[in-house]
């Protein structure tokens, strides 16, 4: 059975690979969601650093 920590280990690297759905799947179509895709069309980066401060917050 997974933990609580893999889980979010799971999301980071989700993350990592495709920010928004890293987002997506933790918060749904909430702001943060609209936040990381907006980021992530700006840049990749900034899209990654959001996605996993969103995610770890």
Do not use: R, S
């Not at 759905?21 to 650093?49: A, D, M, Q, R, S």
């Amino acid at each position: 059975m997974a933990d609580g920590n893999t889980a979010t280990c799971l999301d980071i690297l989700l993350a990592i690979i495709l920010p928004p759905l890293g987002v997506f799947l933790k918060y749904g179509c909430k702001v943060e969601f609209w936040i990381c895709l907006v980021l992530t069309i700006f840049g990749y980066i900034p899209g990654i650093i959001y996605a996993v401060y969103a995610i770890t917050k």
